[in-house]
């Protein structure tokens, strides 16, 4: 019974719990405070898109302020904005810019055509400067430190402006077959005249 706990638990995500003890100390813990405690936060940690279960603190501050990163390519400072990113442990999407749709659509995000651009949350810091860019994640309470667990990648880059999916050719096509019209009612002979069904 305990280990079908466990797996159901392990499915929808960890529980936290957190609480202020009596000298002010607020703690996070995967375990229920003491029975002393009379205020306690639960909150279920959610999984990554992998299933991979992110420390508490980064999936708040991810769930709060998601990182979305606009590239081209080639492009040096690019490389250096992803690379921060990876080496500091922050999950974030990557937007790659190659077409006048991507463009427009990099416009619409930073009000700019220069990339890279980094949004965090409401926050928008176009060009790379690592000092900047490490500023805006610590505002958004991103963890210092690299904090992502082992098995977790990002998603894999996707262009700005995804194409359309596309349309089906003619000939696969069904023409749709004219509807063949219902038999007529068998009116049986003892009807009276003027009966209607």
């Known amino acids: 019974m305990g280990l079908v706990l466990l797996?159901?638990?392990a499915g929808a995500g960890a529980q936290m719990f957190k609480w202020t003890d009596a000298?002010?100390?607020?703690?996070?813990?995967d375990q229920p405070p003491p029975g002393n405690v009379a205020k306690v936060e639960r909150k279920t940690t959610p999984r990554s898109a992998q299933g991979v279960l992110l420390p508490y603190a980064l999936?708040?501050?991810?769930?709060?302020?998601?990182?979305v990163l606009?590239?081209?390519?080639?492009?040096?400072?690019?490389?250096?904005?992803?690379?921060?990113?990876?080496q500091r442990g922050i999950p974030f999407t990557e937007k790659t810019v190659s077409s006048n749709d991507d463009q427009q659509k990099l416009n619409e995000a930073g009000g700019s055509t220069q990339v890279p651009l980094l949004l965090v949350g409401g926050a928008r810091r176009v060009g790379f400067e690592a000092s900047g860019w490490?500023?805006?994640?610590?505002?958004a309470a991103y963890?210092?430190?690299?904090?992502?667990?082992s098995g977790y990648n990002n998603p894999p880059a996707e262009p700005a402006a995804p194409a359309p999916p596309p349309r089906?050719?003619?000939?696969?096509?069904?023409?749709?077959?004219p509807r063949e019209a219902p038999p007529p009612r068998q009116v049986p002979p003892d009807t009276?005249?003027?009966?209607?069904?």
């Not at 999936?59 to 990182?67: D, L, W, Y």
């Not at 490490?134 to 505002?139: P, S």
């Not at 963890?143 to 667990?149: A, D, E, M, T």
């Open 192 to 197: 009276p005249p003027g009966f209607k069904f």
């Open 70 to 86: 606009y590239t081209g390519s080639p492009c040096l400072p690019c490389d250096q904005g992803r690379a921060l990113l990876q």
């Open 23 to 29: 000298k002010g100390v607020v703690h996070f813990s």
């Open 168 to 177: 089906p050719l003619a000939r696969d096509v069904v023409p749709e077959l």
């Open 59 to 67: 999936a708040e501050a991810a769930r709060k302020s998601p990182v």
């Open 143 to 149: 963890p210092s430190r690299g904090r992502l667990p």
């Open 7 to 9: 797996l159901c638990t």
């Open 134 to 139: 490490n500023a805006a994640l610590t505002a």
